[in-house]
C-alpha cells in the first residue's frame, strides 16, 4: 500500500463529511470519480490500484483519463467536469498535507475546465406526463409505490438523490399535505402538494411495509430505494406509456426531466420565474433561466410588442416570351444548331 491510500482514506472519511461538511451524496460521487481514474491508471500503468503512487497521478495521465472517459465511456462534458472537480479537490487537499506534491498539485489544479453547451432543456408535455403517471399498476403493492414515486417527483420538481433520501419524519403527520426536503448546497424548502399526489402518498404508506429503512420509498428487500432503481422504473414506465402515446417513445425521459417537466409547467402557470426558482431550490435565478429560454411564452410577447420593418408592394412582371427565346438561342454554345 503506498502513501495514495491513507491520504484518499482521509480526504474522503474525514475530510469531506467533517471539515467541509459535505453531503454523503458528494461523498459518494467523489469516491466513484477515483474509482474510475484508480482503475484507469492501474490499467495505464500496469499495476494495481494499491500500489500507485501520488507522483504517478500526473497532468498527462489524468488528461489521457479525462479523455477516456469522453470518448469510451460516452460521458459529457459536464460530467468530465465533475471528475475533474473531484481530483482538483483532492490535491487542493495534498498541498497542506504533502508539502513535496505541491508543484504537483498547482499543475493538476491548472487543468482547464471543458465549456458545456447550453442545450434546451427536454420535458413533457401535460399529456404525456399524464400518460407517465397512469403507467403504474395500482392493483400492485409495486405499482402504488411506483405511482406515488412519480407524482411525488413531478408535483415537487425533486432531484432523484432528494427524492430517494426522504425519510418517514419528512412528511407532514397525518395528513401529508407538505413535505421537508433537504436540498443541494444544504438549501433546506418545505413544498405544499396537491391533493391528488397527497392520495397517491397516503395509498403507499397504507400498504408500505413496516419493517425497513427509515427512508419513505423501499425497494423489493425492504431497503431504500436507490437512484438506479427508480431510473429503472421511471424507463418501465415510459415504455408502458409510450405504448399509448407514441410521442413518448421519441423522448429520453430521465428523473431530471420530471423536474424540468415541473418547472416549465409552473412557469407557464405563474410567468414568474422567482416562484419557480424558489419551487425548485435554486441557490440563484441564475440557474432558472434555462425554462425561460425553453418558454416561447415571453418571446412571443416581444415579438408583438415590436414594430415589423414593412416591406415595399410590387408586382411581378413577367419576361417577354420572344427576348427570353432570343437571349436563350444567344448563350446556345451549339453552333450547328
Not at 495505464?44 to 504517478?56: A, F, G, M, N, V
Request: glycine share 4%.
Amino acid at each position: 500500500m503506498t502513501a495514495l491510500a491513507p491520504h484518499l482514506t482521509t480526504f474522503l472519511r474525514e475530510h469531506l463529511p467533517r471539515e467541509r461538511r459535505a453531503s454523503p451524496h458528494t461523498c459518494e460521487a467523489y469516491a466513484y470519480s477515483f474509482q474510475l481514474l484508480l482503475c484507469f491508471a492501474a490499467s495505464r500503468l500496469r499495476t494495481t490500484p494499491s500500489r500507485i503512487e501520488i507522483e504517478q497521478l500526473d497532468p498527462p495521465l489524468l488528461l489521457a483519463f479525462l479523455e477516456h472517459i469522453e470518448r469510451e465511456r460516452g460521458n459529457s462534458a459536464r460530467t468530465r467536469n465533475a471528475r475533474l472537480a473531484a481530483i482538483k479537490a483532492f490535491f487542493r487537499f495534498l498541498e497542506y498535507r504533502l508539502p513535496s506534491c505541491l508543484d504537483q498539485a498547482r499543475r493538476v489544479r491548472a487543468i482547464p475546465m471543458k465549456k458545456v453547451d447550453e442545450a434546451l432543456v427536454s420535458h413533457l408535455s401535460r399529456d404525456e406526463m399524464q400518460a407517465l403517471l397512469d403507467a403504474p399498476n395500482p392493483r400492485q403493492v409495486s405499482g402504488i409505490r411506483d405511482r406515488a414515486m412519480l407524482h411525488l417527483a413531478f408535483a415537487a420538481g425533486l432531484r432523484v438523490s432528494e427524492l430517494v433520501s426522504i425519510r418517514l419524519d419528512q412528511i407532514d403527520g397525518q395528513t401529508v399535505t407538505s413535505i421537508h426536503v433537504m436540498g443541494k448546497g444544504r438549501r433546506e424548502r418545505v413544498l405544499p402538494l396537491w391533493k391528488e399526489t397527497t392520495a397517491a402518498l397516503k395509498a403507499w404508506l397504507a400498504v408500505r411495509p413496516a419493517s425497513g429503512d427509515a427512508e419513505l420509498f423501499l425497494n423489493a428487500m425492504g431497503r431504500a430505494m436507490t437512484r438506479a432503481g427508480f431510473e429503472y422504473i421511471l424507463a418501465k414506465h415510459a415504455a408502458t406509456a409510450a405504448q399509448k402515446l407514441p410521442s413518448l417513445a421519441d423522448k429520453r425521459i430521465t428523473p431530471h426531466v420530471l423536474r424540468h417537466t415541473c418547472a416549465m409547467h409552473t412557469l407557464k402557470a405563474t410567468r414568474d420565474v422567482r416562484k419557480v426558482s424558489l419551487w425548485l431550490g435554486h441557490a440563484s435565478l441564475q440557474s432558472t433561466e434555462i425554462y425561460l429560454r425553453a418558454d416561447p411564452t415571453e418571446k412571443l410577447e416581444a415579438l408583438a410588442a415590436m414594430a415589423p420593418p414593412s416591406l415595399k408592394p410590387g408586382r411581378f412582371a413577367a419576361p417577354d416570351k420572344l427576348l427570353a427565346m432570343l437571349k436563350s438561342i444567344g448563350r446556345s454554345t451549339n453552333y450547328v444548331e
